[in-house]
């Protein structure tokens, strides 16, 4: 059930990460990526966020 749950959790961060984008300005999704940058490396999870950030950027047209 985990695994399920942790993929999932991707499909869901990309989404909100969307969302995101269109309501808010990019440097302050910019300083939350930067939090949240530190947060995945303490708890591990570099490549998720890496997966995150491509996707932002993606979808930010950079």
């Avoid at 989404?15 to 990526?33: A, N």
């Amino acid at each position: 059930m985990e695994q399920g749950k942790s993929s999932s959790n991707k499909m869901t961060c990309s989404r909100e990460f969307y969302e995101i984008l269109q309501v808010v300005s990019e440097d302050f999704v910019w300083e939350m990526l930067l939090k949240a940058k530190v947060l995945a490396e303490m708890d591990g999870r570099r490549k998720v966020l890496q997966q995150d950030i491509r996707a932002l950027l993606i979808l930010s047209g950079k």
